[in-house]
């Protein structure tokens, strides 16, 4: 997917800074850079993963613990 501010992934970065939980954001977009700058600004331990084919996104999220 796209990373697009209407994600909501800085929500997500914001709400893990307090954890001590790592996190991986599958995708590439407009907001890649502001979003690897503020996850170094707030220590949290995130892999940005970058573009992903679609079939592959199947295997990201057999190893993933999603929050909704």
Known sequence: G????????DTLLRAVADLDESVLVVGDGPARADLESLA??????????????????????CGSVQIS
């Not at 796209?2 to 992934?9: E, F, I, P, T």
């Open 2 to 9: 796209r990373l697009k501010d209407q994600k909501d992934v």
């Open 40 to 61: 170094d600004r707030l220590g949290v331990d995130a892999e940005f993963a970058g573009e992903v084919a679609p079939d592959a996104v199947v295997d990201y999220l």
